[in-house]
């Protein structure tokens, strides 16, 4: 990304009303983290530039409308402060862990949200759920495993044409690992930004891939094996 792309978006995140929910949301994730641990990131400013910025400078990669799927969604990044710049989008939350569940229900009915569902599962058990196989223009998940296990999770609610976008730190040898894992789920990589968060608050790396073909059915396989044995 280019050196604007830092200005562009802490310039969106003053805008009156998403500063107002972003302040808001920020409010219940300090609240909420005393009770559930949702995230080590507590500091205002911090959680501004990880968690706030790092969410929305994807947004360009989301379709106009798209129905997105995000995996393993913890505290809510990035799809809240996704949904809070871009209301067009839509989301399926899937997570596995019943109280961040909670938490992301009462975010979301807070900051008066809509077209978001918080839905209780794993990944691997939607991957193979026709209600949720191949039905979604975009998978995001960013902080949940490395890129040859998260592909496995993410790819399978993926239809084809749409797009997988995975928030990464440093992931050169991640990308080489999962080249595999993207050849066999039926992926290709189009884009592959990298970027410095302000304040040298950490490298990051966006990784969007297309899908080419359907994901054969044997995937994902389930019992631990995408982490176990990953492709």
């Given amino acids: 990304m280019d050196t604007q792309w830092a200005q562009k978006y ?17 409010d219940l994730l300090v609240f909420y983290n005393e ?14 530039i990880k968690h706030f910025l790092d969410s929305i400078c994807a947004e360009t990669y989301f379709p106009a409308g798209a129905n997105v ?12 402060p996704l949904k809070i710049v871009r209301d067009d ?38 991957g193979k759920n026709r209600a949720y196989r191949e039905k979604f223009d975009v998978c995001c998940a960013r902080a949940v495993a490395r890129l040859n296990t998260l592909s496995e999770y993410c790819v399978p609610f993926v239809k084809i044409g749409g797009r ?14 999962a080249e595999n894992a993207f050849r066999v789920l039926g992926v290709k990589t189009v884009a592959c930004e990298r970027y410095d968060l302000p304040e040298e608050m950490g490298k990051r790396t966006l990784i ?17 094996k995408e982490r176990g044995k990953p492709l």
């Fill in 10 to 26: 802490l310039d969106i995140l003053e805008r009156d009303e998403i500063a107002q929910k972003m302040q808001a949301f920020y």
């Fill in 208 to 224: 969007v891939a297309e899908k080419i073909f359907s994901t054969p059915a044997a995937y994902p396989r389930g019992n631990g």
């Fill in 164 to 177: 997988f976008i995975a928030y990464k730190g440093s992931a050169e040898e991640e990308l080489r690992e």
């Fill in 69 to 80: 799927a995000e995996i393993g969604s913890g505290a809510g990044f990035p799809s809240l």
């Fill in 89 to 126: 989008l839509s989301f399926a939350l899937v997570e596995s862990v019943e109280k961040k569940c909670v938490f992301l229900r009462e975010a979301v009915k807070e900051l008066g949200l809509k077209n978001i569902q918080v839905i209780h599962m794993r990944a691997e058990d939607g």
């Fill in 35 to 48: 009770k559930f641990n949702l995230t080590r990131i507590i500091g205002r400013e911090e959680c501004r």
